[in-house]
C-alpha cells in the first residue's frame, strides 16, 4: 500500500515537471458517451516491447507519467478507460477502451497516446470500433421480455472484463426482418438469468472494421459468464455466426492509477 | 496553429537544403486522374519503425522535408493522396493512394519514397491495384435509377476515408451478364440513399492483386456509411462475396502538410 | 548429478540473496485445486528470446533463481505445474500449468512472472483457461460405465504430457442433451481401454478464450496415447470438431528444479 | 545516364576486385532452357533488410557487385531472370527465376546468392518450384484452335511480370481426362484474344511445393491483361480453383544491371 | 576439394579443442530405428539467424564445430539425419530427420543442439512427430500386390527429400476398414510404378502433432516424383485428404560434414 502510493506520488511528480503535464480539465460527459445511442466506442489493443522491462524503475515511472498526462488531457473530449490483459490474454497487454462523439477525437488521443514517452514502447495490435444503437429487435418483443431486460446488474465490483468480436454470415443478414427477431427473441431469452451478474454492452461495427459487432462484458463471476456463453451457444441464432471472438480478449478492469502501478513495477 | 506553421517552415528549409529538394514541377493532369477510365489506382499502406519515435525532432523534421520533396517531385507523373491511418487502423499508419496512367510511374514514385530518408523508417504492409473502368453494369439499369446515380455528393469536407478490398465467388463470375445485372441493380438501389452522404470510387483489381474490386469511400458521416454497409450486406449480391476488407482500412484524409506535421511530433 | 545438485545449490544462493528471495509460505490446497469442480485453470506458454542463450552461465542461474521465487511466493494461491516443450513443440519452449480459485490470482502470477528477472526473457505466445466442472453426461451412461471411468491411472511416472485446445460447431451445441449423451457415450466407451495408461483432465473454456475445451493428457506410453487419438478420431462424435489441437502442445513434465537445470545449460 | 554508367562502372570495379570476381564464363544454354520440357523453373522472391538503405552507397556498391559476381558465375549452370518488385507486391522487394536441368543447380545459386555480402541483406519469404512440360490437353483440341494457339506475341518490351500461384480442388484431379479437357479447351478459347500482348508461360508444381501449378505472364498491356484474368474467371474451370494466387506476385522486369542502379540508390 | 578437406578438418581440430569434444560413441542401431515399427521419427526444421552471415569465418567454424560435437554424443541414443532446406524451402534453412525409441531421447538432442554455441544460431519453426507402425492396409492386399510392394528401390544416390505432413478428414476416419482397404489398394496400386525411383517412409502423428501422418520421400529424380505426386491425386482416396503439405518441405540429402562446409562459407 505505501509502496504504492509512492509510485502514484512519483507518477504525478513527473507528470508535473514533464512536457505532458496536464492541466485542469473539464471532463467529457462521461455518462452520457457510455449510455448514449449515435456514440463511437473504440477498442485499442497493444503489447508493450521488451525494452519497458530493463528500462530503470525511475524512467518506467517518468513515462508513466506521460501516459497519465496524455489520458487526462483527452479526458475533456473522449471517454477512456484501460484495462490489464498481460498474463490474461496471448494477443496483447493493455487494452484501451474509448466512447467519442467523432472517431477523429479517438484518434488524436491515440496518436497523442503513441508520441508519449510511454507510447513509443507500445506497438498496437488490434484497433476496433462500433458505434452504439438504439436496440433493433427490442421493440418487437414481448412486455414481460421488456421489462425483464430492464433488471440493473447487481452492484458491486465488477473486475473481469471480456470483449468478443463477432461477424455474422451472409445467410444472417439476408433473413428477413421479422425471421430475426424471432431468433433474437430466443438468444434475449436464455440471457435474462445472467442479467444480474454480466453487465453487456453492444456496438455496431459494420463498415468500421472486419467485424459486425463487439460484444462487451463485465462480471465478478467468470462462472456465470461461461454460463451466458454455453446458452448462446445453443440457440439458432448462434448457426449464423461466422467468427465468434478470434480475438476473444480477457482482462481485468483497472484504473489509471492501478495500472500505473503494475507496469511500474 | 504557431506551432504548424514552424513546422512547415522548417520543413520546407530543410527541403530547400536537402539532396531531394523539389525544383518546381508542372502538375499531373489530377483531375483527368481522378476522374477518367484506364487509370491505375494503387492503395500503399506502410507501417513507421519504432526508431522514428526516438529520433530527435529536427531529425524528424528533415527526414519528413525529403518525403514532402518526394511527393512534390513525382506529382509531375501520378496524383498522390496520403491518409493518417494511425489510432484508428491496426493494420498501418499511413496510407498513399496514388493515381497513374503507367503502375511503372507509381512504382518509380513508391521505389523514390522507400529509398529517401524518411522512406528508410517505413514498412510496406500493404500494396493494392486497381484500373477505373466505365461502370459495367449501369447501361441496363432503368432510366430513373442512371438520373439517381447522378446525385452529386454534398460539398465540404470529407474527413474520413475507408478503403474496402472485395472478392467474388467463383459462383459470382459463372453468373450471366444479365443476372449479374439484376443483382447489381438491387445492390444500386440501396446505395442511392446514401450518395449524397458518402463518395464512392471503385477499382477493378482482377489480375493486378489478390483480390477483385478496390472499393473506396469518403464520409463525413461514418453513421450514414455504416448504414450504407448494412444496406449493401443485406442484398443478394452479398451472398456472392468470399472477402469483404480483411483488411478494411479506415483513416483520416489528410493534406501532405497535415501529415508531416503529426508525424513530426 | 553433481552438475545438477550444483546448480540447484547455486539458484537458491542466488535465490537467497537476490529480491525475490521466497520467505516461508503457506502452500495453497494443491490437491482440491487439482480434483475439484469450480477451479479455473490456465495454459500459458511462453518462448524464450534470442539473449537467454547468449547470457554468462552465472548471470543465467541468478535469474532462474528469481523464476523459482516467484513461483514459490505465488504457490500460496495458486497451484503451479511447469513443462519443458522446446524440442518437441515447434510453439514454445516452457509451458505453466497453474489452477487458481480466481484468475486474477493467475494473472498476478503470471504478471509477476513475466516482470521477474527472468521473465523479461520470456514471450508469451499462447494463454488458455478453462474451468473445471462435474461430468455433463456421465450421469446419463449406464452403470457399467460409471463404474469403468473409476479405474485408476496406473502409478509410476507419466513423462509426457499433452495439451489439445478443441472447438465443436454449432451443430454440435444444437443438438439434444439426449442426442450428446448418446455421442458422448460412444466416445467414452473407446476411451476405457486407455484409462491405465493415460491420465486425462477436462476444462471448460466457453467465453474464457477461442476454444472450446481444454483436454489435458499425461502418459508414459506415446503409442497409447496415439492409439487412444486415432479410437477418437473413428467416433461419429468426431464429425463435430471444428477445431483438434492447432496448436496441439507437447512436451515433458518437469519440476522446477529439472527445468532450472535445463535452462541454466 | 551518367550516373548509371558511374553505378555500373563501379559495381564492375568492385566486382573484378573482390572476391566473387566473375571469371569468363560459358553461358548455359539459355534458349533452350527457357523454351524445353523437362526443365526446372524456380520463383524465389526476397525482401531487403533495414540495414540495406542504411548503408553508405559505396558499400551498397560493393555488395551489389557480389550480386553480380554470383549471378555470373552461375550462368554457366542456369538461366537467371530478375525482376523488381518493390512498390508493386507487398510481399517482397526482389524476385529471381531461375531456369535449370537440376534443382540442386538452383539451390547452389541461391545459396551462394544468400551467402554473399549481398544476400546478407536477403530474406528469402517465397520459394516456388514447377517443371516445364509438354502441354496436355493441345492434343485433343480442334486443328483451327492448336494453329490459333502459335500466334506469337507481339514483338517489343514487355515491362510488366506477373506471377500466379494455383492450386486447383480435389474435384478437379477426379474428373475424367476427357472431361478436363473439355473443359480446358473452353479456358483456352477465351484467352486467345490476348496471345498478342500477354506472353505467358507454365510450370507443374505438384509434390514440388504446396500449389498445382505457377502461371508466369508478360505484358506492355496490364488493362489487357486484366481483361484475360476476367476472361479466365468466367469460364467452368475457374470453378475448380482453390486457390489463386495468394500470393499473386506484380513487379516489373529488369536487367540485372538497372536492378543493380535502382538498389545503389 | 582441398577447401572441403581444410575445413572439415578445421572443424574437427575445434571440436577436438572445444567442449563438445566427442569421445567415442557406441552408436545406436541406426539400421533398426530406420526399419522397425514402433520408432518415433521426429523432423526439426530450423532458420538460421542474420547474425550468422555475418560472423568472422573461423567463429562460424568454431560453432560448427560443436553442431558435429552434439550429434556424435548423441548418435549413442538417436539416429540423426541431416538435410539442407535453403534455397529450396521458403519456410526453413536446415532439417533434422531424428528417430528414437523415446521422443525423451529426441528432445534432449534437440535441447544440446539448440544451447550449443551453433545452436545458439536457430531458430526452431517446425516440430513434427510420427510413429512407425505395421501395415495397416497391406494384409488386406491382393497377393500380387503385396509381391510388388516389395520391389527395392534402385541403388544409387538419392538427393532429394521431401516431406508431406497429411490431414485427413473426418469423414475418412468414419469409414469401415474394409471401405478404407478398397480406397487405399487403389491409391497403392498407382504408386506401384514409382517404386524404384521414390523410397518411401510413413510416420503416424495422430495426437503428437497437428497431422495425422508424415510421409517421407527420397529421389533422385524429381520429375518422377512428381508423376507419383499426379498419380495420387488422382485417385478417391485423395477426396479425402484434408491437408496436403503446407508445408511441404523440399531439400537435399546431406552428410553432416557436408552440410558443415556449406555453412561455413
Redesign the interface.
Known sequence: MIARLYIITLVLLCGMLGIWVAPLHAEVDRERLLTEA?I?GTF?AFVL??EW??LEPSTRIARLATLKGVVEQHRENVAIDVY?L?????QADLLFRIHAME??D??????DL??SQF??HL?????M?G?TKKPNYVPGFPDQMKTDLKTPSEAGEK??A?V?PIKKS??W??LEQEKRTALMQEHTAVTLPFLKTVKRKLY?S?????VDFITYFETSN??D??G???SL??V?E??Y?RQF????L?G?VQSLDQVIE?LA?
Chains 1, 2, 3, 4, 5 share one sequence.
Open positions: 449515435g463511437y485499442a516491447d521488451d522491462g530493463r490489464l498481460r498474463g490474461l490474454s496471448d472517431l477523429r479517438t484518434q488524436e488521443f491515440l496518436l503513441q508520441s507510447g513509443k506497438t498496437g495490435i488490434k484497433a470500433h458505434l473486475p473481469y471480456i468478443i451472409a445467410e443478414w439476408e455496431h459494420g463498415g468500421l472494421d472486419d467468470l462462472e459468464f461461461h451466458l456463453m454455453l451457444q445453443r439458432k448462434f448457426g455466426t471472438g478470434n480475438p476473444l480477457l481485468t503494475v513495477q
